[in-house]
């Protein structure tokens, strides 16, 4: 069970994935991006508008961010499913509202169902087998 600090939609850091403290790893999981992409464009960022103002930046964010732990997620498709709401909250608060109207119309579904003669009529004849 997750505990109030550990939340699918945070921003960790990874450091066994990192080269140095992770951040760079924990950014890239965050958005859904390669490794790579972040770590160029930290050095092209850092290059073009002040490397200490980034070294600084990154050592902040090294010591702030927790680490993720290990059992963030349970199976692979949570983890996607937590992927796919932080790219996309709007669509996958969509996509939740659609299922919840789905369960709705099967369970009104079967309440009618339920509740009907025929189903009593069926539940009867079924006795009558037995």
């Given at each position: 069970?997750?505990?109030?600090?550990?939340?699918?939609?945070?921003?960790?850091?990874?450091?066994?994935?990192?080269?140095?403290?992770?951040v760079?790893?924990?950014i890239?999981?965050?958005?859904?991006?390669?490794?790579?992409?972040?770590?160029?464009?930290?050095?092209?960022?850092?290059?073009?508008?002040g490397?200490?103002?980034?070294?600084?930046?990154?050592?902040?964010?090294?010591?702030?961010?927790?680490?993720?732990?290990?059992?963030?997620?349970?199976?692979?498709?949570?983890?996607?499913?937590?992927?796919?709401?932080?790219?996309?909250?709007?669509?996958?608060?969509?996509?939740?509202?659609?299922?919840?109207?789905d369960?709705?119309?099967?369970?009104?579904?079967?309440?009618?169902?339920?509740t009907?003669?025929?189903?009593?009529?069926?539940?009867e004849l079924?006795?009558?087998?037995?």
């Amino acid at each position: 069970m997750t505990n109030y600090k550990t939340r699918p939609t945070k921003l960790y850091k990874i450091p066994q994935e990192g080269r140095f403290m992770g951040v760079c790893a924990g950014i890239a999981d965050y958005l859904g991006v390669k490794v790579g992409l972040v770590r160029f464009l930290t050095v092209v960022g850092a290059i073009f508008t002040g490397f200490w103002l980034f070294i600084i930046g990154y050592l902040v964010l090294g010591m702030a961010l927790d680490p993720q732990p290990d059992d963030l997620y349970r199976d692979d498709e949570e983890e996607e499913f937590w992927r796919q709401t932080r790219k996309s909250p709007d669509y996958t608060a969509a996509e939740l509202r659609r299922r919840f109207r789905d369960i709705e119309r099967r369970t009104s579904d079967m309440e009618a169902y339920m509740t009907s003669k025929r189903f009593r009529l069926e539940r009867e004849l079924r006795a009558l087998e037995d």
